[in-house]
Structures are given as C-alpha cells and as structure tokens.
C-alpha cells in the first residue's frame, strides 16, 4: 500500500471516528481499521498453512508428531496470507499475536473475551459509516467491505452476550479443513481434533466473505 493511499485511508478513518463518536481506546480502533485492511487485500492476516511456498511444511509437521510428540492434534501451522476475493478462503487474526501496523499499546491489561467484544462493536459501526452515501470511502474497496465483510470471533470461554463464539466451532460447525492438513507421510492418530485451545485460537477472529461459501 503506497503511502499517499494510506493517508487518505486513515484520514477517513479519522473523520468517521469522530462522526460517529467512536472513542473505544486506540488499541481496539486500530485492531478494527486492521481488519478492514485485510479483508480488502492491503494486508495480510494469517491461514493453516496446506503446502510448502513458505516453509518445509512436510519437515516440520513430521517432527511436531514424531520428535515433539504431539498428541491428540493436528500439527497445524499457520502462515501469512492476503485474503483473495477470488478464492474467497476465510484468514484468520489473532489479538494474542497482534500484527497490526499502527500498532497502539492497550494502556490497560483487558480480558480477551471483553476485548473481542469491543473489536466486534467497533468493527459493526465501522461497517455501518462505511455503507453510507456520504462516506469519503464511498466507490472505494473499503465500501465494497461492508456490503461483503463477514466477521467471526471466537474464544475458548462462553460470551454470555453471544458475541464471540466458542473457539471449538472451528472444529465442529465452522470447520476450516485447512486445519486439518496433513503433509504425504505425515500420520497422526485416530481421532486427533483441531487445536482450539491454544492462545491464537482464544482470541481469533475469522474473515471471510458473506457472498460466497468460505472455507
């Protein structure tokens, strides 16, 4: 993303917070903007990775199960990726593994499951003023971002407001199989689930698009 577009980008952003009175902290704006950015392709997010482009997948999945001795899981790995509209494959954030560029220390220690809630609202609002016939962003891909946008968060704790889901879901009704990649040679045990209780899954947010069937 060139400077001059990002610019303009954040300029925006910077109205809009102020017009629709959005003053969550900035960690949370930023983390919500950062979303937006993946899902229009300007930056990347994360995916289970299901071949070797990146890393000697085959290596490392085979010494996960046969030197680290992982039991009961699938050796997952997971790799950076652009959201590809084409594709329409679902990537993946974590906020306990934050990347966000214009990165904004939380200035307190806030609970997981509290702060997926509050990306969520922000994310919505954001969305909301994204759709409208003034928005600055109007007739840009960000626009396209809220008619397309889809968002899951999950966590391994319950959200008694029904916001975040349950991180298990991955395994069982929103499944991904790129979780369950194996590499040829690789074999693990019967019975092995997805690992939904590791710190990138008790705070990962999905993006995927509404249009179309992710995966």
């Known amino acids: 993303m060139s400077c001059t577009k990002r610019f303009y980008y954040d300029a925006a952003f910077s109205l809009i917070q102020k017009q629709y009175n959005l003053k969550l ?7 919500a903007k950062h979303l937006l950015y993946m ?42 990726a652009h959201f590809n509209h ?35 609202h922000m994310t919505k609002k954001l969305l909301y003023a994204l759709a409208q016939p003034d ?20 966590h391994n704790q319950v959200d008694n407001q029904n ?19 194996l590499s040829t040679g690789v074999e693990v045990m019967r019975n092995v689930t997805i690992a939904t209780d590791t710190p990138f899954m008790r705070g990962c947010i999905k993006i995927s698009s509404c249009n179309a069937e992710s995966v």
């Open 25 to 31: 902290n900035p960690y949370l704006l930023d983390t």
């Open 39 to 80: 899902f229009c392709g300007e930056l990347p997010g994360f995916r289970p990775a299901t071949d070797e482009n990146l890393m000697p997948l085959r290596l490392l999945q085979d010494s996960i199960v046969n030197v680290y001795r992982l039991e009961g899981y699938f050796p997952t790995i997971m790799e950076p």
């Open 86 to 120: 084409q594709v329409d494959a679902s990537i993946y954030y974590s906020i306990k593994y934050p990347s966000v560029v214009d990165f904004t220390p939380p200035s307190s220690e806030e609970r997981t499951l509290a702060a997926l809630r509050k990306i969520a």
């Open 135 to 154: 928005c600055l962003l109007l007739g840009t891909h960000f626009a396209l971002a809220a008619q397309k946008m889809k968002v899951d968060y999950y």
């Open 163 to 181: 916001t975040v889901k349950l991180s298990v879901k991955l395994g069982e009704s929103d499944v991904d199989e790129r979780f369950k990649f």
